[in-house]
């Protein structure tokens, strides 16, 4: 990700004419390392982020809301002290640091004059600090005098620029080019010298001054400049034809003057990251045009944190749906135990009556009775004693333990039946998180785990109405086609399909519940065959070859009273056996 001093210069020009002369509303802290602007502006209002994440730092206009904490940290009061009701005079970078500095003509009862927010840039030492005639009013990341950095971040130190790296600046073509001809030199050593040019026509020596080794020389010796800028840059500078000693004017030229093209690189349908200017087309790579640099930053970043935050909300579902799933198994393991041990009840029960029947041949001290089994058709068998006990007693000690051993039977048929229905249960709600593509696909089922206390309950917080997740929605031949995100989902779906309607399920495993909307007319085999692919592709045999998938109208499915979310039973039904498709091409949400 190119968050470096090449494209902060460019994204200080955009902002400074997005935001100069706007007035600051509203400040709010969403979390830990970020704070939110609301903007007044000729334009309308406008939304400023200024992140601090070593993965995320940023600052840019974007439209996506997130809900401020409930109590707002004392960085984000300071601001609201200082900031609210302020101009902007304008938005500039630091010379060519990592650095934004923000002026804010401020005009309220607490303060006036100018005050400058710096928003250092900078991975993990990534910070906001608020200024007033350069010294520290206060900082998001406060830091003291024993820091490793050496600066002193906190109210009433001066604030001074973050030490110099021992790196060239991008714009000293000097400078630049003496480390250049050491590298060239570095990397053309052990090939034989040519005429002309210093061995243009050597391969592996060109491919080294317009590939990663460039790209790495450039990133550890210019200031400010990112690997993946520097690689395309290099790129840039072959494509172009740039003779290898030229480079560093090509490269000073390229930072100060390249015009700004900003766009997207995706790869797999994901966002993996912007550019200021179009870089060399890559295999299995697209470029999608941005209208802005700041919009290209925005999507970037909020592809990537949305990313990030399915994966860690579908990793922590999984986690606890799995713990319960494994005390469910375990709960199971004991309770077949038990009853395999409590299979001998009708067997003691047997033993007890062959002794009393028997009482006559018995004598205490006897270590065993040896009786004819009428049960097994006048089998002999072998009785063990209590010798210790009296013939009878012998008796009752086998009554005891046959009636203990159907109480206990008893008991645990229906806990078992209770484990093996949650069992399935959270074995289902499993599968449709590992199904689950996106965010909404889990909002559901977070609810879900939260009714059934698996989650803890979020704070109280002024809900807006929430509207339901839509169904994943199919067109093909003409047949709309549903299917659910969750059990939650299912449960709506199957409710909201008409009588003459067809609903699919794979037979043995979890999966999407799915419904073609016939609208009175006879389904195509096609339609179904495409119906039944997508129901195993959102299935537990996602990656099987050949799964049943059960097929019926919708009015032979029923859900039972007080049945979990996501069950039905279903009869007059038949199946299908399909390998998993995606559909994409036909798939409309």
């Not at 982020?49 to 439209?63: D, E």
């Not at 609210?84 to 005009?107: D, H, M, P, W, Y």
């Not at 006879?522 to 070859?545: D, H, M, R, T």
Request: proline share 4%.
């Amino acid at each position: 990700m190119p968050q470096d001093s090449f494209h902060i210069r460019r994204l200080a020009e955009e902002l400074n004419r997005i935001l100069c002369g706007g007035k600051v509303n509203r400040v709010s802290q969403p979390n830990k390392d970020e704070i939110t602007l609301i903007i007044y502006t000729e334009k309308g209002v406008l939304k400023l982020v200024l992140n601090t994440n070593a993965s995320f730092a940023r600052v840019c206009v974007q439209n996506e809301e997130t809900p401020p904490l409930l109590v707002p940290p004392p960085f984000c009061m300071l601001l609201r002290k200082h900031l609210s009701g302020a101009q902007i005079l304008s938005v500039k970078q630091v010379e060519n640091e990592r650095i934004l500095a923000l002026t804010f003509l401020c005009f309220n009862d607490f303060s006036g004059g100018e005050k400058v927010l710096y928003a250092e840039l900078m991975g993990k030492y990534s910070n906001l600090i608020l200024t007033e005639n350069g010294v520290i009013c206060g900082a998001l990341k406060s830091a003291a005098l024993e820091n490793s950095s050496g600066r002193a971040l906190f109210a009433g130190a001066k604030y001074g620029l973050p030490a110099p790296q021992e790196k060239v600046s991008p714009v000293d073509k000097e400078a630049v080019f003496e480390k250049w001809r050491t590298f060239l030199q570095t990397i053309a050593a052990p090939l034989p010298e040519n005429e002309g040019s210093i061995v243009k026509n050597n391969y592996a020596f060109l491919n080294a001054v317009y590939g990663e080794e460039a790209a790495r020389f450039l990133f550890l010796n210019v200031a400010g400049i990112a690997a993946s800028t520097a690689l395309h840059i290099a790129r840039k500078a072959k494509q172009r034809g740039v003779l290898p000693e030229n480079f560093p004017d090509f490269f000073v030229g390229f930072f100060k003057n390249e015009p700004v093209v900003p766009c997207l690189i995706e790869e797999n349908g994901q966002i993996t990251d912007f550019f200021a200017f179009l870089p060399c087309n890559e295999e299995n790579v697209v470029i999608k045009p941005a209208h802005s640099l700041n919009e290209a930053e925005a999507v970037y970043y909020v592809s990537r944190s949305e990313n990030r935050a399915f994966n860690e909300k579908k990793a922590r579902l999984s986690a606890v749906t799995g713990a319960k799933i494994k005390k469910n198994e375990k709960n199971l393991a004991d309770i077949y135990r038990r009853l395999q041990e409590a299979e001998n009840a009708e067997a003691n029960r047997v033993k007890g009556e062959l002794i009393t029947a028997n009482l006559y041949k018995i004598q205490k001290g006897d270590a065993f009775l040896t009786a004819e089994n009428w049960y097994e058709g006048g089998k002999e068998e072998k009785i063990l004693l209590d010798k210790t006990l009296s013939p009878a007693r012998n008796a009752q000690k086998y009554f005891k333990t046959y009636a203990k051993e159907k109480r206990t039977k008893a008991a645990l048929l229906p806990r078992r039946e209770e484990e093996e229905r949650e069992l399935s249960y959270f074995r289902s709600v499993l599968s449709s998180i590992q199904s689950a593509e996106n965010a909404d696909d889990l909002k559901e089922t977070e609810e879900e785990l939260r009714v059934l206390n698996l989650l803890p309950q979020e704070k109280a917080r002024k809900k807006k109405a929430e509207v339901a997740v839509p169904f994943r929605k199919y067109v093909i031949e003409g047949f709309s086609v549903l299917a659910g995100r969750n059990n939650v989902s299912n449960d709506r779906l199957t409710h909201s399909l008409g009588a003459d309607d067809i609903w699919l399920h794979t037979q043995k495993y979890h999966s999407a519940h799915v419904g073609i909307l016939t609208e009175g007319k006879a389904v195509p085999q096609n339609v179904l065959l495409a119906a039944a692919e997508i129901c195993a592709y959102f299935s537990e045999a996602k990656n099987g070859e050949k799964i049943a998938v059960d097929y019926a109208q919708k009015k032979y499915v029923k859900k039972p009273k007080k049945a979990a979310p996501g069950f039905v039973v279903y009869t007059d039904y038949k199946t299908l056996y399909v390998a998993p498709a995606a559909h994409e091409s036909e798939r409309n949400a």
